[in-house]
């Protein structure tokens, strides 16, 4: 790690705790983070940074487990199993914590690109390209008029319904790293169609993240089609 991604790290780390101690006294968040609260004083208010081994275990660690609190406690379910989640994906200063808390707990390699499915994956798209300083692209379910050249995949769905994405040719190179994100992961299909393109692309998969995971049928679905790492924020059974 470099000067420069250590200083990130601990600037990253200092948002978390800020955001944690919107609603925690320092007593209450030295308890959660097991720092004592002097320390977490001059953090919050930007007299000193942690140490790298502290930031590192403030994102990936408690980070990793606080921001999962906080998004349980955004998304709504209702009786059919419908997920809301317009109270995480509409904020994106919610998902910029989110980038580097992902980034650190399931060590996924720097992407080239950042692939999602339109339209409420763009937003946590945004947020982990930002972090990772890369480029993002979407796939949609119909073609944009002024391009020429489509990877296009196809499947039908479980329901019957046929279902196809399309990526203009020139956002993935051959070669390039692809870290495959969307807001929800259930059956595992739009990821499956996700990575499917990715392969049409030649790229090189560098790992499947989902904000929300609707049991575990989508990540084992994923599981089964790369080797990087797959994993998601915060999982609830159906």
Same mark, same amino acid.
């Given at each position: 790690?470099? /000067?420069?991604? &250590?200083?990130? =790290? ?10 944690? &101690? ?8 030295? $308890? ?19 140490? +790298?081994?502290?930031?590192?275990? @403030? +994102? ?10 906080? =998004?349980? !406690? /955004? ?30 707990? %399931? ?10 499915? !339109? ?5 946590? #798209? ?14 949609? &379910?119909? &073609? ?11 499947? /039908?769905?479980?329901? #019957? @319904? ?8 020139? !956002?993935?190179? !051959? #070669?390039?790293? +692809? =870290?495959?994100?969307?807001?929800? @992961?259930?059956?595992? $299909?739009?990821?499956? =169609? ?41 999982? %609830?059974?159906?």
């Amino acid at each position: 790690m470099n /000067r420069a991604e &250590k200083a990130t =790290l601990q600037l990253q780390s200092v948002a978390v705790l800020r955001m944690l &101690k919107e609603t925690r006294t320092y007593d209450e968040l030295a $308890e959660v983070t097991g720092l004592p609260a002097g320390d977490l004083n001059r953090y919050v208010n930007g007299h000193v940074l942690p140490s +790298v081994e502290r930031a590192r275990d @403030i +994102v990936g660690g408690v980070g990793r487990d606080e921001l999962a609190d906080e =998004l349980e !406690a /955004r998304i709504r379910v209702d009786d059919e199993g419908y997920v809301d989640n317009s109270g995480v994906v509409f904020d994106q200063s919610f998902l910029d914590l989110v980038a580097p808390v992902a980034a650190e707990a %399931f060590d996924f390699d720097r992407p080239d690109v950042v692939l999602t499915a !339109a339209t409420d994956g763009i937003t946590l #798209g945004a947020a982990m390209a930002g972090y990772f300083d890369a480029r993002v692209a979407y796939a949609k &379910k119909s &073609k944009e008029t002024a391009v020429e050249e489509f990877i296009e995949s196809r499947q /039908r769905l479980q329901s #019957g @319904i046929e279902l196809t994405y399309y990526l203009p040719a020139s !956002a993935i190179d !051959a #070669g390039e790293t +692809v =870290l495959v994100v969307d807001d929800l @992961i259930r059956s595992g $299909e739009t990821q499956e =169609l996700l990575l499917d393109i990715v392969d049409r692309a030649e790229g090189v998969v560098g790992g499947v993240f989902a904000l929300i995971a609707a049991g575990d049928e989508g990540l084992d679905r994923a599981k089964g089609r790369t080797d990087a790492p797959v994993g998601a924020l915060t999982t %609830f059974e159906e």
